[in-house]
């Protein structure tokens, strides 16, 4: 029961930031188990991340005796970049190379899963050491602003993917951007801890206001995907939603039938969400 509990106390906040800001995809959402890789994908990310602050860091660096100097260094030269960078290849590598990634609002999506299930194990480390009541500062300070951070950089990456022009120069400016706010909230939270407050207010302010964003932009708005089934009298294609076949009147069988992409064409199983050719979703209903 204690682990159990120890495991609430440090996902809970994490979760539910991603129900949360997942519910901003209306128009064509993500798949539900994509995005749970991408939170478990984020949350492993925290490995080599650890790995990698030991190796340039040591212990040193951040000790309860270290100069703010010091500790700035370290978190502007490593924290920052090495975590803000393992986030960012958990989305680059899975989830921006699938066919689900294909609008401007998917870059925000999963930049949070992955954001949040890295902020999600980190708790997890900083509760099992320091006890559950650690959680009262970094549930609404360190998992949003984790969130906040990753946005920066999800926002450029799908600005980048539906851009007709190369904007690389927007991804690599928006991970060091995102490093640099990284290390800044590290830092305020050594020097000054009340200070962290109102950049994370802000910076949440601000990423939300990108997912509305992302609601304005998307392509799929005013667009939806209902699929065709063959009438099983005439075979010729009919809505999937129809009760009866618009060719020949015969009423549309309700067994289950493959469907047909309504953008595409692509055949899919018969309760497929989405489609296999294109990835737009299905609307079945």
Same mark, same amino acid.
């Given at each position: ?47 080599? =991340? ?10 040193? &660096?951040?000790?309860?005796? =270290? ?21 960012? =290849? ?29 902020? /999600?194990?980190? +708790? ?17 300070? &360190? ?9 920066? $950089? ?8 539906? /851009? ?9 400016? /928006?991970? *060091?951007?995102? *490093?640099?706010?990284? *290390?800044?909230?590290?830092? /305020? ?17 601000? *990423?939300?206001?990108?997912?509305? $964003? ?10 939806? +995907? ?60």
């Amino acid at each position: 029961m204690v682990i159990v509990g120890v495991l609430l106390v440090a996902f809970t906040p994490g979760l539910f930031w991603l129900w949360f800001f997942v519910r901003q995809d209306v128009y064509r959402p993500e798949p539900r188990r994509l995005i749970a890789w991408t939170f478990v994908l984020g949350g492993l990310s925290t490995i080599p =991340a650890v790995i990698a602050e030991a190796i340039f860091l040591g212990d040193s &660096s951040l000790d309860e005796g =270290a100069s703010l100097q010091a500790t700035a260094a370290a978190m502007l030269l490593v924290v920052g970049p090495v975590e803000e960078a393992c986030k960012f =290849a958990v989305v680059r590598l899975k989830p921006y190379r699938s066919l689900y990634f294909d609008e401007p609002m998917d870059g925000l999506v999963y930049a949070a899963a992955a954001s949040l299930g890295f902020a /999600s194990l980190e +708790n997890l480390g900083y509760v099992a050491r320091l006890g559950p009541w650690v959680m009262v500062v970094r549930a609404p300070l &360190s998992t949003v602003g984790h969130l906040v951070l990753g946005s920066i $950089w999800g926002y450029a990456l799908g600005v980048h993917r539906e /851009s007709d022009y190369n904007r690389t120069w927007l991804v690599v400016g /928006s991970l *060091a951007l995102a *490093a640099v706010a990284h *290390a800044t909230v590290n830092i /305020s939270v050594f020097a000054l801890p009340l200070g962290a407050v109102p950049l994370v207010i802000g910076g949440g302010i601000w *990423a939300f206001g990108r997912f509305k $964003w992302g609601q304005r932009v998307s392509p799929f708005r005013y667009r939806r +995907n209902y699929p065709q089934v063959e009438c099983p009298s005439c075979d010729r294609h009919v809505r999937v939603t129809s009760k009866f076949c618009r060719f020949c009147g015969v009423p549309t069988a309700s067994r289950p039938r493959p469907l047909f992409c309504g953008h595409c064409g692509n055949e899919n199983r018969p309760k497929a969400s989405y489609c296999t050719g294109c990835g737009d979703q299905l609307l079945v209903t």
